[in-house]
């Protein structure tokens, strides 16, 4: 069955620091990825997404993640965190063949003034 | 444009109770889908709506329904309520099935009692 697997729950950081969230999928066929994310009190945004073409995507907010197709993985990173990036990130997978969409568990990331 | 919408915020229902929750996608939008939210098992899909039809079922039980409307508009029902239903429903639309980007609305938040 699909999965996705996010590696880190909880991450905190120093503002500033550097940021990289894993994530891999189990699944061979053509897929869709997403990052999600859910700040406090606000919905599930965008923050980017990969269909094809570079797998160096950029997304809102300095975001960018790299899509490595031999490894099944979507990392996120950010290479200066700000305090307004406490959320939750959430990753997400889409396949041609199902066409559901699937979640990661997420990762809480706090970040430190 | 205004976004998905999702109605009602909140709900507290007993055991045994059902439940109906409303979802209007983004205009133009006709592809309808339904996840649930909960902290142990994160963010699950329910089931996905285009045109009328459902095109995708996740792995919940029968109690769990939906439907969508000729304006592309969407109810979920889940009938005999449990304990164990108490979660975030939340609601995507997109304007297709395959790839599209989901937007999702700001959830009905279900306690169960």
């Known amino acids: 069955a699909q999965s996705v697997s996010q590696h880190n729950h909880h991450v905190i950081l120093s503002e500033a620091a550097s940021l990289e969230l894993g994530c891999n999928y189990s699944y061979g066929g053509t897929v869709n990825l997403f990052w999600y994310v859910q700040y406090p009190g606000q919905h599930l945004q965008l923050l980017l997404k990969y269909f094809s073409g570079d797998p160096l995507v950029k997304g809102i907010k300095g975001f960018e993640a790299e899509f490595i197709k031999s490894k099944f993985s979507f990392n996120l990173r950010k290479p200066s965190v700000q305090w307004s990036d406490t959320a939750e990130y959430f990753c997400?997978?889409?396949?041609?063949?199902?066409?559901?969409?699937?979640f990661g568990q997420g990762t809480t990331l706090q970040v430190k003034p | 444009k205004a976004g998905v919408t999702q109605t009602p915020r909140y709900l507290i229902k007993t055991r045994g109770q059902q439940v109906t929750l409303s979802c209007s996608p983004i205009s133009g939008h006709r592809s309808v889908s339904w996840y649930q939210q909960t902290p142990g098992q994160g963010l699950q899909f329910l089931f996905e709506?285009?045109?009328?039809?459902?095109?995708n079922k996740g792995n919940f039980p029968g109690r769990f329904s939906g439907r969508q409307f000729s304006n592309s508009r969407s109810e979920m029902n889940v009938s005999t309520l449990e304990l164990g239903d108490s979660a975030l429903y939340l609601c995507?639309?997109?304007?297709?099935?395959?790839?599209?980007?989901?937007?999702f609305g700001p959830g009905t938040r279900l306690l169960v009692l």
């Open positions: 709506y285009f045109s009328e039809t459902q095109r």
């Open positions: 997400a997978v889409r396949s041609s063949n199902t066409g559901k969409l699937i």
């Open positions: 995507a639309s997109s304007l297709g099935t395959m790839g599209e980007t989901q937007y």
